[in-house]
């Protein structure tokens, strides 16, 4: 993928690139004092969602086009960028000739080919910045699809949003962070921008601060958070918003750390990784040969390859050794049914052969 930037004239390439707004545009003098209120922040760019997917009817869907104007106000009197969600053709289309300057497509519509090539094509022709949310399930492919699909509609300045993906059981957060999403998506398109809305994942103004300091630790290139100029009375999410003060407090006391330094220590600490992962190698591959020794035995005394008793001994033992030794339990499940699948493909092999 060849891109192009996706800021515009007077943001600067430093990180955090922040966007803030509220949820939803609720009246012109809820934007215009938000607005405000976040420009003394520093925040150059304002969000404010117009036309609002709700999981259940029922609740405030959004103002719809007649708050376009009042975004037009924050441009024109406070020189400030403004962005919205767009989910399908004629949203695009009035928000073009309403002339916000940058869209996203929300989690709802990115799980939805059909809608996002709707979005692409209408887009077609322009040059508008685009950011892609994640699908609302845990697939990077469904995410890279959508970007695809902008991208082969002629856009090139795009980026992603990681806001987090839904799961059943909500614990501490609304939508789980799976970290390792974003992680992969930034492998495969490694040029490709990449912002968290904390406020999406966590769903609680307590977990903003500690979600953004882990977006910046992941190297995030910015933060899209909800900010609302009176958060406990917002029409739409009111638990996760922030007034524009806190968001300011949270942007002054986030560490950035440096990205780019490679010191002696760090390469010393590296090099002692790759000799680490070279003897896993070693002692898997060796693992894996007293495997295929097993199968021969199995194979001459006509047992089967699986003995489900054996499998469940090693897999409990193992992942209350490996708790003491600080790791978690769901990797060394991961690792040990990993392993045990190559195991037992092998052995498949010496039955066959
Ligand atoms: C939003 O940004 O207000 C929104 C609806 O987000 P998402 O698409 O991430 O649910
Ligand atoms: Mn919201």
């Known amino acids: 993928m060849e891109l192009q930037s996706i800021l ?20 012109e003098e809820q934007v215009m004092e938000t607005a ?3 420009k003394a922040q520093g925040v150059k760019i304002f969000r404010g969602g117009i036309w609002k997917p709700r999981t259940k009817p029922g609740g405030f869907e959004g103002v719809g086009e007649v708050g376009l104007p009042w975004l037009r106000r924050v441009q024109k009197e406070l020189g400030l960028y403004t962005a919205v969600e767009v989910a399908n053709a004629k949203h695009v289309q009035q928000a073009l000739e309403g002339g916000v300057d940058i869209l996203w497509i929300g989690a709802r519509t990115t799980a939805n080919p059909f809608s996002v090539q709707e979005i692409a094509d209408v887009l077609r022709g322009s040059d508008i910045p685009v ?6 399930n845990p697939d990077p492919d469904l995410w890279m699809g959508a970007i695809e699909r902008l991208y082969n509609a002629g856009l090139r300045r795009l980026g992603a949003i990681h806001r987090g993906f839904s799961s059943f059981d909500k614990k501490i957060y609304r939508n789980l962070p799976h970290w390792h999403i974003p992680i992969e998506l930034h492998r495969r398109i ?24 882990q977006a910046m630790d992941l190297n995030f290139d910015g933060l899209i958070v909800e900010a609302h100029c009176r958060p406990e009375k917002a029409w739409s999410d009111a638990e996760q918003q922030l007034s524009p003060e806190a968001l300011g407090l949270i942007l002054d006391t986030i560490v950035i750390r440096e990205v780019t330094q490679s010191t002696e220590s760090l390469s010393a600490l590296r090099r002692q990784i790759d000799e680490l992962d070279n ?15 097993i199968g021969t035995y199995k194979k001459e005394h006509n047992m089967p390859v699986l003995q489900t008793a054996r499998y469940d001994e090693i897999l409990q033992n193992r992942i209350a050794e490996a708790a003491q030794l600080g790791m978690s339990e769901d990797f060394m499940k991961t690792l ?3 392993i045990h699948e190559e195991s037992v493909r092998k052995q498949m092999q010496v039955m066959e052969e």
């Open 336 to 338: 040990l049914v990993a």
């Open 8 to 27: 515009l004239p007077g943001i600067e390439a430093k990180r955090p690139l922040v966007i803030a707004g509220p949820c939803s545009a609720e009246s």
């Open 36 to 38: 405000r209120r976040l």
């Open 190 to 213: 490694p040029q490709l921008p990449l912002l968290c809305d904390p406020s999406h994942i966590g769903g609680k103004r307590e977990l903003i601060a500690p979600l953004c300091q």
């Open 279 to 293: 003897k896993l190698l070693e002692v898997l591959a060796q693992r894996m040969r007293v495997s295929v020794e």
């Open 131 to 136: 950011w892609v949310k994640n699908p609302v």
